[in-house]
């Protein structure tokens, strides 16, 4: 099944986004999983190094949205996360680190300032809704995004 009809086949969509890192190896990995209402499935996922769970969680919904912004979209659209931190920027905290110049109060830059500005900039592209859900909850798409990341990451640690 190509993408097209993956998405043109559906009223909704639902992404489930993932991102883990290993600081002993300092690796990361990020996990997508789309599932459509007739249950079919796209996967993504990638690693990096030198990163941080934080750009890890930030890289999965970017690299999901921007997978999103190719193709036709459905009415609705939900993304569920197990990151509160992807939440509470969504829903205040970008448009204060913006006031701020990008930094927090206490002077440092704000991390993943790019990436933040990238999903900012997508999610006002399309109407998405976006769910926090706890991680590791036996919710089967979380379960799967965060399997997806973890092979990830691990593939990278076989890559060196």
């Known amino acids: 099944m190509n993408h097209h009809d993956f998405i043109t086949q559906s009223d909704y969509l639902k992404i489930y986004t993932d991102g883990g890192y290993e600081s002993r190896h300092d690796k990361g990995g990020w996990g997508v999983v789309f599932t459509n209402q007739t249950g079919n499935q796209v996967i993504l996922q990638g ?18 949205l921007e997978w999103l912004a190719h193709h036709p979209r459905p009415p609705q659209i939900d993304l569920f996360t197990d990151s509160k931190i992807l939440i509470e920027g969504l829903s ?12 927090h109060l206490s002077g440092r830059p704000v991390a993943s300032r790019l990436l933040w500005e990238k999903l900012e900039s997508l999610t006002q592209q399309m109407q998405i809704n976006v769910h926090w859900i706890k991680g590791h909850a036996r919710h089967a798409g979380n379960l799967q995004a965060d399997q997806l990341a973890r092979q990830a990451r691990l593939k990278e640690h076989a890559d060196f």
């Open 47 to 64: 690693h990096a190094s030198h990163t941080s769970s934080l750009e890890m969680e930030l890289t999965a919904a970017v690299k999901a």
């Open 92 to 103: 205040g905290k970008i448009a204060r680190y913006r006031r701020q110049n990008w930094l």
